[in-house]
């Protein structure tokens, strides 16, 4: 579904992401693991259109694609954010803001959509013609999960859904998105520093440092730690070490 | 995670349910019960203040009915309010309100001091400076609303676009506002007016150039950092084309800043526009035109004070009322401030 | 700095304490009867976003608006009761007594000063060294937080500092002048979780090291039980348990374990993630 090869990205003179290459199945969620600064939100900036100073090979859905998306693109694909305090204009209504890809994408039966992306995401209808800042961090973030979803894109990307959100809420925000993916069928990339987080929703994972991918692997070896690389290692590591308090 | 606006009510809405963050609406609605004759007024404030509107009209009704509300509650701004409602009453009545025809000269009457005759006093031509002053309203305010019509959105879309295009755009329309801001404001007049002959119209229309690159530079500014914002970037997502993005998303962000900037440009466009006049570029002589009877009043201002006071006066209010009107809007073009 | 203090009393001591903030709709209670005492230990205050922790470190500092209303029972640090303290009393206590270290360096240093500049006027404010003294003593606090290159530390800007680099520099200029107290808010979310151990055992080592009570705020419960010694757990602006770190595993509060059993974990799979059902009861004013 998701094919990215030698995809390099380089700001001025930074360069931010060297060489990577993976590929997602369609149906499968691909977890990118990495510290701040390894490039692995960028990589998923580039996939969905919002950096273009990239050079590589990415493909959706067999399709390779350049620099500018067209409109059908982003019906394939979208996007949810980390920070739910920062992706929901802060001037619109939930009205509006789920109104907007439907207005962009021509649906007809706006009202319909709406209140049923709501009841997708349990939020109930009363929420609807509130602003984001009237609003909870978690239902915030479901809002942004529902303006994703509302034009039926096939492939989720999620940037850092969760780290904004209090861990309960995390929980079922997490759940939230799982039971989406199940019912929809969904091809998602997930960006997330949270090893427990990736494990939990992801089947395979690739690691980053440095803008480079590390290693590739799945599930299971994530879990009972055969990990190859060291930085892998010493996630991993950190990762239990905090979590066995 | 730091402890936000509402804690409380926070922490307690993790699950879906929404009931304890209803920061606004809710306690008005729900206050003592209505008094009985004020039936209809009471349904239709509750069903502006509802918690829940029905329809997407209902919604933008309330929203409205709540931006107003929130705005009577700034005593300033509604002060502002007040005084430009007044004025606005008092030179469309000018025929009716005027007590004297303001171009009729009589010499034999200059520089009278306030009396009965002539509430405010005369000119040096012997003219009613009360009829002038409710005349010369339209005129300067008229210029003044024209003048802002004209340079708001022009700046406001140059500098949104300039800076949400970035690039060759960006510095393409920025060196053209550099051009306009390099030129002097009144040799730049001088040019204009005299290809198109001194007047109103061209006097608006030589302010007007002048005065929109500081809007665009400040829109552009503005612009910067909101098209950097993640909600720029999920409008984007949603595949909406460029235009769409600046002018649904972005330039909504930008219009506080311009609200106040413009109302503390009034005083400033109708001082622009005395000096015109003053030139003999703008409001021709026998019109009334607040900014042209003080610049033709100073010559008497230590004994006939009351020739230059009164339209200076004048000039002072609305600019003061504007100031206050266009604080009082920006709070409520913000919806996190009610 | 010698403490007064009263023996056989806790440093801090706060009983039944209340914050409100007026807002347009009535009146917020951030705090609503919090009560704890700090030793020469490490007390760990965790809670989601809007639970009052925060609210609960500044009202010790004396930081809070103007506009909230303070209320307690006791709301005391060493012999100063900082309810009715002068803002002269507080400012010897604050950045002097009691050090506070933030989220994020790079909002809490200043952008336009260096790193040794700063230390050095922070300590400058709350003893009378000399220039050149003070500028040694940042070098030295520097050292302290174990910056193997002080110098070059020193003189750099907080922009061209690592996240973790600028945390140090934040622990330096608050443990300078030797607080008794260190308030640490959320120190370490900011950071990568490589850094986040590394600056959190740095903290450890240094209270342990100097005797120092420290308060550590956060929403991460795990973490927070590991580098503390007891936890109390806020909710909605009140204490719903308190225990020993060590026996977080056996927390009997509802709240407490469906905080732990939410989290997804990378030892177990699970299907489903617990989520959190949130009792009213818990938010009932305790007695």
């Not at chain 2, 931006?67 to 007040?82: E, H, K, Q």
């Not at chain 2, 007049?189 to 929109?212: C, Q, R, Y």
């Not at chain 3, 009140?238 to 709240?255: F, I, K, N, W």
Request: with cysteine; proline share 6%; aromatic share 4%.
């Amino acid at each position: 579904m998701i094919d990215i090869a030698k995809l390099d990205v380089r700001f001025g003179t930074n360069h931010a992401v060297r060489g990577v290459s993976f590929r997602v199945a369609p149906g499968e969620t691909f977890g990118l693991v990495g510290e701040s600064g390894s490039g692995k939100s960028t990589v998923l900036r580039a996939v969905a259109g919002l950096v273009t100073e990239w050079t590589g090979r990415i493909a959706v859905d067999g399709k390779p694609l350049g620099r500018q998306r067209d409109r059908a693109f982003f019906r394939l694909v979208q996007m949810v954010f980390q920070d739910p305090y920062g992706s929901l204009h802060p001037r619109q209504t939930v009205d509006r803001i789920l109104s907007e890809p439907l207005a962009v994408h021509g649906f007809a039966d706006a009202d319909a959509r709406i209140l049923r992306a709501l009841e997708e995401v349990a939020l109930p209808r009363a929420a609807r013609f509130r602003y984001p800042h009237q609003l909870s961090g978690g239902q915030r973030q479901r809002v942004a999960i529902a303006r994703a979803l509302i034009a039926d894109p096939r492939v989720l990307l999620l940037d850092e859904p969760t780290s904004a959100l209090d861990v309960s809420v995390q929980a079922e925000v997490l759940n939230l998105l799982a039971d989406l993916r199940a019912a929809r069928g969904l091809t998602c990339i997930l960006v997330s520093h949270n090893l427990a987080v990736v494990a939990h929703l992801c089947g395979r994972l690739a690691v980053m440092q440095g803008g480079r991918v590390v290693e590739e692997l799945d599930e299971a070896a994530l879990r009972t730690g055969r990990a190859v690389h060291p930085h892998t290692q010493d996630l991993i590591r950190l990762s239990r070490d905090l979590e066995t308090a | 995670m730091s402890d936000r606006a509402s804690p409380l009510a926070d922490a307690a809405t993790a699950t879906a349910a929404l009931e304890p963050i209803a920061p606004d609406a809710v306690p008005e609605a729900a206050g003592a019960p209505p008094p009985p004759q004020a039936g209809a007024a009471s349904g239709r404030r509750a069903w502006l203040l509802t918690d829940a509107p029905a329809s997407r009209s209902q919604a933008a009704w309330g929203r409205r009915y709540q931006a107003w509300l929130a705005f009577r509650r700034n005593p300033l701004a509604m002060a502002g309010l007040g005084v430009i409602l007044i004025m606005l009453l008092l030179i469309l009545l000018a025929p009716l309100l005027a007590t004297h025809d303001p171009g009729i000269q009589e010499l034999g009457n200059r520089l009278a001091a306030p009396s009965a005759a002539h509430w405010l006093g005369t000119d040096e031509l012997g003219r009613d400076v009360w009829s002038r002053l409710l005349y010369g309203g339209r005129i300067t305010l008229g210029m003044v609303v024209a003048v802002v019509l004209l340079v708001a959105p022009v700046g406001l879309l140059v500098g949104c676009v300039a800076g949400y295009a970035g690039g060759l755009w960006d510095r393409l329309l920025m060196r053209v506002t550099d051009v306009f801001l390099a030129f002097p404001r009144l040799i730049l007049a001088l040019a204009f007016v005299a290809a198109m002959g001194p007047g109103v119209e061209s006097a608006v229309i030589a302010i007007a150039l002048t005065a929109w690159p500081p809007y665009a530079r400040l829109a552009r500014a503005e612009t910067l950092t909101i098209r950097r914002t993640d909600y720029v970037a999920a409008a984007r997502m949603t595949g909406a084309s460029p235009a769409r993005v600046v002018l649904r998303h972005v330039l909504p962000m930008c219009l506080p800043s311009l609200v106040v900037r413009v109302t503390l440009d009034m005083s400033s466009i109708i001082l622009t526009a005395a000096g015109l006049g003053f030139l003999g570029l703008g409001a021709q002589p026998p019109l009334p035109e607040w900014g042209t009877m003080i610049a033709t009043a100073r010559r008497f201002i230590l004994e006939q004070w009351w020739v230059a006071v009164m339209p200076g006066i004048a000039i002072f209010a609305a600019s003061l009322a504007f100031n206050l009107l266009g604080d009082g809007l920006r709070d409520v073009l913000d919806p996190k401030q009610r | 700095m010698s403490a007064p203090n009263l023996p056989g009393e806790p440093l801090v001591a706060v009983r039944n304490l209340h914050v409100d903030f007026p807002s347009a709709t009535g009146v917020t209670q951030a705090v609503r009867g919090v009560s704890f005492a700090i030793g020469r230990e490490k007390l760990g205050i965790v809670g989601e976003s809007g639970s009052g922790k925060s609210v609960t470190g500044r009202a010790l500092m004396g930081l809070l608006p103007g506009s909230a209303t303070v209320r307690a029972d006791v709301l005391r640090f060493g012999t100063t009761d900082i309810l009715h303290a002068s803002e002269r009393e507080m400012r010897t206590l604050r950045g002097g007594r009691i050090g506070l270290i933030l989220q994020d360096p790079k909002y809490s240093l200043n952008p336009v000063m260096t790193a040794g500049a700063q230390i050095a006027e922070a300590l400058r404010a709350h003893s009378r060294l000399g220039r050149r003294e003070a500028r040694d003593a940042a070098l030295a606090a520097l050292e302290a937080v174990q910056i193997r290159d002080p110098r070059r530390v020193a003189d750099a800007y907080p922009h061209e500092l690592s996240g973790g680099m600028g945390q140090r520099v934040m622990i330096a200029m608050m443990l300078a002048p030797n607080p008794e107290l260190l308030i640490a808010d959320e120190p370490t979310s900011a950071l990568d979780a490589s850094v986040q151990a590394e600056i959190l055992r740095l903290i450890e080592e240094l209270v342990d090291r100097r005797g120092m009570a420290l308060m550590l705020i956060s929403h991460d419960l795990p973490l927070v039980s590991r580098f503390c010694d007891r936890v109390a757990v806020l909710y909605a602006g009140q204490v719903m348990e308190e225990l020993p770190a060590a026996d977080l595993h056996r927390a009997t509060h509802a709240y407490t374990r469906g905080l732990l059993e939410c989290l997804p974990s990378l030892d177990h799979k699970r299907e489903r993630l617990a989520t959190l059902r949130r009792d009213p009861s818990w938010l009932a004013p305790h007695a």
